[in-house]
T-cell receptor
Framework: GNSVTQMEGPVTLSEEAFLTINCTYTATGYPSLFWYVQYPGEGLQLLLKATKADDKGSNKGFEATYRKETTSFHLEKGSVQVSDSAVYFCALSGAGSYQLTFGKGTKLSVIP | EAQVTQNPRYLITVTGKKLTVTCSQNMNHEYMSWYRQDPGLGLRQIYYSMNVEVTDKGDVPEGYKVSRKEKRNFPLILESPSPNQTSLYFC????????????FGPGTRLTVT
């Protein structure tokens, strides 16, 4: 079946540091890939997505590129802010599937 | 305002006492889903619905029931709750599921003693 593996957290960074959160997946065919973010006390919200190989999703300074050859979708941001402190979830939707499979989440804390 | 609402937001109950968590969306979405979030396990899908009267099991359906009689509502029913169902529950909706964006409710924190 489909699965998503994210780097273990928590991750603590200083403001303006570079962020990478690794995500790899297992799926048949060509899934769609997502990053969702959960701010404290809230539900998840879509951060970015990519639906085919080599696509780059981007939003709010975050980027992730769909790499079919390495089955990866790593999340990056060049300069994090305190307001980016949240839990980040990588997810996939299998080709032709109605379901979304999530990774376990990575908690990011950004300190001033 | 487009949104997914859940009620109640917090619930403490006892083992075996039937309960229902309601979920409603105002975006005319076809797809709705329930997830539970547990520390170290991330989000796991309980049930989902592709449209009215069409539901299917997710990854952890045991102990839960759902119904979809109207497009906007998708209640989650625990017929006989047990302590291992203590969790944070999220309802979500999307236009059609699959690679469409899912919109999440604010969550319901359930404690079963």
């Amino acid at each position: 079946g489909n699965s998503v593996t994210q780097m273990e957290g928590p991750v603590t960074l200083s403001e303006e540091a570079f962020l990478t959160i690794n995500c790899t997946y297992t799926a048949t065919g060509y899934p769609s890939l997502f990053w969702y973010v959960q701010y404290p006390g809230e539900g998840l919200q879509l951060l970015l997505k990519a639906t085919k190989a080599d696509d780059k999703g981007s939003n709010k300074g975050f980027e992730a590129t769909y790499r079919k050859e390495t089955t990866s979708f790593h999340l990056e941001k060049g300069s994090v802010q305190v307001s980016d402190s949240a839990v980040y979830f990588c997810a996939l939707s299998g080709a032709g599937s109605y379901q979304l499979t999530f990774g376990k989440g990575t908690k990011l804390s950004v300190i001033p | 305002e487009a949104q997914v609402t859940q009620n109640p937001r917090y619930l403490i109950t006892v083992t075996g006492k039937k309960l229902t968590v309601t979920c409603s969306q105002n975006m005319n979405h076809e797809y709705m889903s329930w997830y539970r979030q547990d520390p170290g396990l991330g989000l796991r899908q309980i049930y989902y619905s592709m449209n009215v009267e069409v539901t299917d099991k997710g990854d952890v359906p045991e102990g839960y029931k759902v119904s979809r009689k109207e497009k906007r509502n998708f209640p989650l029913i625990l017929e006989s709750p047990s302590p291992n169902q203590t969790s944070l529950y999220f309802c979500a909706s999307s236009l059609k599921g699959g690679d469409y964006e899912q919109y999440f409710g604010p969550g319901t924190r359930l404690t079963v003693t």
